[in-house]
């Protein structure tokens, strides 16, 4: 894709650190909701629970069920040393794509052990942070339950907590593979979904399992430079005919989150996607957005403003500031229509 007249500065903004939600509320639909209308760029504040009587009879709700897993390990090195391993996605052979910590000191052929439980050797690098490990003496899926925990992401400075697993996970998550969120899902609790249905607007899967590549900003000038993480996705032969009759009847498709988004401008089919959707974008398949707020400058933030555009939605943004909205991901949430 040719470059862009718009620069990675141009997504950028200001934020109180004290806005960056570091626990869930305890209700999920007591989520404050930013209402974007891009028409006209006028912006409402609601709650979550107004969520349903948003929506229109006709409408298809897409929602991602990746489910999170206990991808974040600790264990020990060779000299008794603490390390740590960031399950990513596994490899068909077996291993794993991951990310180490210390990765200086880990180098290929070292060893990280968990107690009388196993043992991952550290395998060649990947490139981008990325390493392969491979499993000795347990089954990833094993080791996981026994020593894994939710892997929050990096702005909220917590250990994880009990509570995180199950609250950093949609009630509707089935397929495990993610190591974040779809956060834009964690707003949802089981009446408000009853609403939506009640209110005649399907619902429909789809899964894209999140890797860490989310979180990492664009360092460089162009956004049209920076390397854009792969990430698995699969829609059910049911979701894409019901995207495609949705749209012929013309009723809207709501992306509930980037995720689904751009697993919906991906195709409607099954594989890897490496899309960075950023303006001048033209979307194809999503009619509203529901989505949380996101960091300065990250791929997140780009996806937004080729929806809605990109001065409508700095806009938004300084007004959940100016508001104070609470960010990131267990944060509030914004629609956009």
């Known amino acids: 894709m040719p470059g862009s007249s718009l620069s990675t500065t141009d997504f950028d903004y200001l934020l109180d650190p004290a806005l960056i939600a570091q626990r869930p509320l305890d209700d999920r639909a007591a989520s404050r909701l930013l209402v974007l209308h891009r ?11 107004d969520f349903p009587g948003l929506l229109r009879s006709g409408d298809l709700l897409i929602r991602n069920t990746s489910r999170v897993i206990p991808a974040r390990l600790s264990g020990t090195r060779d000299n008794g040393k603490p390390a740590e391993i960031l399950l990513v996605h596994p490899d068909a052979d077996g291993s794993w794509v991951a990310m180490v910590r210390p990765g200086g000191k880990l180098k290929a052929g070292k060893t990280i052990t968990f107690g009388d439980s196993g043992s991952v050797e550290i395998g060649e690098t990947l490139g981008g942070g990325l390493r392969r490990v491979r499993f000795t ?19 909220i400075d917590r250990p994880a907590e009990p509570g995180d697993v ?44 999140v890797g860490p590549g989310t979180f990492k900003p664009v360092a460089v000038s162009d956004p049209t430079n920076h ?5 698995w996705y699969s829609f059910p032969p049911e979701t894409g005919a019901q995207v495609l009759e949705t749209q012929s009847k013309g009723g809207r498709v709501i992306a509930v989150g980037t995720t689904t988004a751009r697993a919906l401008e991906s195709g409607l ?42 001065d409508p939605v700095m806009a938004a943004y300084a007004e959940a500031v100016r508001a104070r909205y609470r960010f990131y991901s267990y944060g509030d949430a914004m629609l956009v229509l």
């Open 137 to 155: 003496g347990v089954r990833p899926d094993e080791l996981m339950r026994r020593h894994g925990v939710t892997p929050l992401p990096p702005y």
């Open 227 to 231: 390397p854009m993480h792969a990430e």
């Open 39 to 49: 028409d006209s760029g006028a912006i409402e504040h609601r709650t979550f629970r």
């Open 269 to 310: 089919g099954t594989g890897w996607t490496d899309l960075f959707i950023h303006p001048p974008y033209k979307f194809k398949r999503v009619d509203a957005l529901l989505t949380n707020f996101h960091l300065p400058r990250s791929t997140l933030l780009m996806l937004v403003a080729a929806f809605a555009g990109r």
């Open 166 to 209: 199950e609250r950093y996970q949609t009630v509707y998550a089935r397929e495990d593979g993610s190591v974040a969120a779809p956060t834009a899902g964690l707003h949802f609790d089981e009446a408000t979904l009853a609403g939506v249905r009640a209110k005649g607007v399907g619902i429909a899967n789809v899964v894209l399992h």
